[in-house]
């Protein structure tokens, strides 16, 4: 075990705190680290063209997560419906991609959305005859990448919940003269809602620090947080601000985290009655 | 769970079918492209397995591959000794700090990218020359987070008793652990190895920021994102298909192992 621990010390933890030490230093005129007091990497974050960035990463994670959470919670509850023998091979094969490369899952969008790409050719079976449009290299194509790659960790959240709920609970609400929605929007949506909140929070912090789905999917020019974290390490080299940024995502994660932790302690309560059926 | 409705049964079928079509489409379209005379995504010129032949031929592919063999056995190796041991020990002595939790738990949830540029900046501070070393030693942080989550989940229901029995006959713990212990968590231990070997084939960005400058250290990943981000050449289908198949094998034979385990 004290391996192990010193292990994570040495090369997760010294490296982290390192890293917000990092933050509160100057950039040395030729690159390089002026070991100076300063707050002013953090002011930077403020900076119009910083801020624009955070918000359209947030605005991009943010759709990812909606979208992941819609198709996901939809593809677990199909699955926990299915026939009990059945559910094992349906999660298996729903989580099974997430297994295979990031990289060669997010080219295979590159190829389905290339200007002359798959989609363009289904037009032109079609009967499109006008210029192509637009798919990569946009907003869309970076939404759809990142839904693409964590959806399935979507359905896993999602389903342990789904497939713990007390079909009594149902009948219940239903004997008590709910319709099928309202019993599953003021039943089955709250017991299930940790599990929902899980995936949500997962995807969120995955997607606003990605640089690899943007670089590929978003073209040069679409920039994330990641994407300048990345530039900055390697390109610029201004490695104080490029620190203060990846704080910044790190305090984006822990909020969120504990605002789940939140969710799950008061989902808890409620789902310890309505499962296990 | 209740029995929907025949209506919303019929939905909820036809919604989980197009998210399988969603999910797999993309990577059956790479899979049939492999085997495209031409290489080119537009056009269908007919059967070829010419690129796999190519990747046999590309020195630059092959070294990466060995690359990501070495990073990936020797990552996988000390990560399923050190997991094991971490998860034994969390599991079975009384101080289960939340802070050893959070600890073990970590380099699940920190953003790659974070977790990297730490990385790149510890070595370049203590002036350590990077290469596969520091590939390996930093892909062993989160193996090792992982295989220590799925050895615990195995023993969550473990029967303690047969250890001290074990030792009440009178084995040492270390004869006890080795006749005892591990043929029980053996199962958990294999297909916990078998995800971290997968997770480190598969990862790409720790690795592009500790590896250093020059070619001597280019894994698969790296590779495969030169080959995307500078022109396309049609061997990275083929590779995709192999790098896929290899991954898939061993999550399925995990799987096997480790019966209810599907996620990380």
Redesign the interface.
């Known amino acids: 075990m004290a391996p192990a621990l010193a292990w994570l010390v040495a090369l997760m933890v010294l490296p982290c705190a390192l890293v917000l030490a990092l933050a509160f230093f100057r950039r040395g005129i030729y690159g390089g680290i002026d070991y100076t007091f300063t707050l002013e990497n953090f002011a930077l974050l403020a900076d119009p063209l910083y801020a624009g960035i955070f918000l359209t990463s947030a605005r991009v994670a943010g759709l990812a997560t909606a979208i992941a959470v819609v198709i996901g919670y939809g593809a677990a509850y199909a699955i926990a419906a299915a026939p009990r023998r059945r559910q094992p091979l349906l999660l298996f094969l729903a989580v099974l991609p997430f297994w295979s490369n990031y990289l060669i899952r997010t080219y295979a969008w590159i190829v389905l959305l290339n200007r002359e790409g798959l989609l363009t050719q289904g037009l032109r079976l079609l009967g499109y005859t006008g210029e192509p449009p637009s798919l990569l290299y946009t907003e869309g194509a970076v939404i759809t990448g990142l839904v693409y790659n964590y959806l399935p960790f979507v359905i896993l959240a999602c389903y342990a919940p789904l497939s713990r709920l007390n079909p009594e609970l149902a009948e219940a609400s239903r004997d008590l003269g709910a319709g099928r929605f309202t019993t599953f929007r003021r039943v089955v949506l709250p017991v299930t809602l940790h599990g929902v909140a899980a995936g949500a929070v997962f995807v969120f912090v995955l997607s606003i620090g990605n640089f690899v789905t943007p670089a590929l999917l978003g073209g040069g020019k679409f920039q994330m947080i990641g994407n300048l974290v990345y530039a900055q390490f390697l390109t610029a080299n201004d490695w104080p601000f490029g620190a203060a940024l990846s704080t910044a995502l790190i305090a984006i994660m822990l909020v969120l985290l504990l605002v789940q932790a939140r969710a799950t302690e008061r989902g808890a309560g409620q789902a310890r009655e309505a499962t296990d059926g | 769970?209740?029995?929907?409705?025949p209506a919303?049964?019929r939905a909820?079928?036809a919604?989980?079918a197009l998210?399988?079509a969603?999910?797999?489409?993309?990577?059956a379209?790479?899979a049939a492209?492999s085997f495209n005379d031409g290489g080119l995504?537009?056009v269908w010129t007919g059967f070829s397995t010419k690129w796999y032949a190519a990747l046999l031929g590309n020195a630059e592919i092959l070294g990466a591959a060995r690359n990501t063999l070495i990073v990936g056995i020797v990552s996988t190796a000390i990560a399923t000794v050190?997991?094991t041991?971490?998860a034994?020990?969390?599991e079975t002595?009384a101080r289960r700090g939340r802070a050893?939790e959070a600890?073990?738990f970590?380099?699940m949830?920190?953003?790659?990218?974070?977790?990297a540029?730490?990385?790149?900046?510890?070595f370049s501070?203590l002036g350590v020359p990077m290469g596969l070393h520091t590939i390996i030693?930093?892909h062993?942080?989160f193996n090792?987070?992982f295989v220590?989550a799925v050895v615990r989940a195995r023993l969550k229901g473990f029967d303690w008793s047969v250890t001290e029995a074990s030792r009440d006959l009178g084995a040492s713990a270390a004869t006890t652990f080795r006749r005892v212990t591990l043929p029980l968590i053996l199962p958990a231990v294999v297909a916990g190895a078998l995800?971290a070997f997968?997770l480190s084939v598969?990862e790409?960005?720790i690795a592009f920021?500790t590896a250093g400058s020059g070619r001597a250290s280019t894994t698969l990943?790296m590779q495969?994102?030169a080959m995307?981000?500078f022109g396309?050449t049609p061997e990275?289908n083929a590779l995709?298909v192999i790098?896929?198949l290899v991954?898939?094998a061993a999550?399925t034979l995990a799987?096997r192992f480790d019966r209810?385990m599907?996620?990380r």
Do not use: K
Not at chain 2, 1 to 5: I, L, N, R
Not at chain 2, 117 to 122: D, G, P, Y
């Open positions: 769970m209740a029995e929907p409705a919303v049964r909820l079928g919604h989980l998210v399988f969603f999910l797999y489409a993309p990577i379209v790479l492209l995504p537009t050190l997991g041991a971490l034994l020990g969390i002595r050893i600890l073990v970590a380099p949830i920190i953003p790659d990218i974070v977790l540029i730490a990385l790149l900046s510890f501070l030693v930093s062993v942080v090792l987070a220590s995800l997968t598969d790409f960005i920021f990943p495969i994102y995307i981000r396309v990275v995709a790098v896929m991954s898939v999550v799987q209810g599907v996620a």
